[in-house]
């Protein structure tokens, strides 16, 4: 039986893909700061502590989700998001590096803010990087670690550049956000021009891919996960609405610290392993309405 070990596996993300993995029958071990059921507590930080679980999981995939994930937090403190991601990703990387671990694959689980402000789209995973906050910058840095090992070391590391990811449980970012504002005050009153777009996708489709990742052969070392479609702010703000019944929108020009303009992504290596989106913009918002009216 395959072991797989999740790191930050009680969030958003990273519990899903412990389930997923579990649900197709691997062995499955999750970690985070905090012990939730099956899923044990381990501060990464620990160097000492992290080895030693290691030692004894011996895990053959390794999902690294552990990390720090907000861009208007690091702009706040960014010394705690270093520690939160890069400090993490290091301990991780030199810690199966002091026990010989070669014989595994890790998939880092980074985010499309590496890319900034890109040049043109779609996105392409040899595109420059241009990070546009201390979150971005740091899963840059992130990502050298991961390619250092790999190429240095022969170190099985696979990087997903998540998008927009979005889906129940996600009590941050712009549709929560929409949510609060549809309840206290039944406007949804927004953030720049509405002409800034992203390429969104589900959760569910997210697990998918990364699980692909994880698990198919591939030369490739970079890969982004989404669904390669461009969607504008405006027509998010307009689907939520039409959802909740809202009908006052408006938005104050003014672009957010760390918040690129533009994305929409290449997908063609995460499609040649496999992927498919399986739900749709549409859909999905309608899933996170309910999921958050329910709460």
Known sequence: MIRVLVTGATGFIGNKIYNLFKDRGFTVYGCDLCERGEIFALDMINEVALTEVLNKIKPQIIIHCAGSADVGLSVKNPEKDFIGNVKLTHNLLFSLHKLNKTNLRLVFLSSAGVYGNPFRLP???DMPLHPMSPYALHKTMCED????FKFNYAMDIKVARIFSAYGAGLKKQIFWDMHNKAINTGRLD?????NESRDYIHVQDVI????LIATQESKDFIFNVANGEEVTIRRATETFARFTGITNISFNGVEREGDPLNWRADISKLKALGYKKSISFEDGIRDYIEWANNL
């Open 145 to 148: 670690i991961c390619r250092y």
């Open 123 to 125: 996105i392409t995973e």
């Open 190 to 194: 927004m953030f720049g021009t509405g």
């Open 208 to 211: 998918q891919a990364i699980f």
